[in-house]
């Protein structure tokens, strides 16, 4: 039977199927987001989470419930919201990045 996943698996997941549903010119991994402006895992995770505008990597992966060394590699490493979404999916469920 499935378990009712964590405070950090579900804003993992509910990151993840924002992400699925984003217009791919709203999604860049080379910014944070200012305003309207496109913006990267972190910078939406931490606008959905009410630290708008806030550039700390280091917050957004604690409020994820991720280690520092796995964020930094999740926070680079997309290039298609969908893609980020997937692998967001990936880490939810297995606790990894996928390879």
Known sequence: ?????DVSTE???ELANFLNELEPERF????????EEP?????WYQQ??????K???????DGMGIPHGVAHTL???ASTPQQAAKRLRHLAVTGELPR
């Open 75 to 77: 926070f680079h490493d």
């Open 11 to 13: 804003r993992i997941l």
């Open 28 to 35: 860049s991994m080379n910014s944070w987001g200012q305003w």
């Open 39 to 43: 913006r990267c895992i972190c910078g």
């Open 48 to 53: 959905l989470h009410a630290h708008i505008n």
């Open 1 to 5: 039977m499935l378990q009712k996943p």
């Open 55 to 61: 550039e700390d990597w280091r917050q957004a992966a």
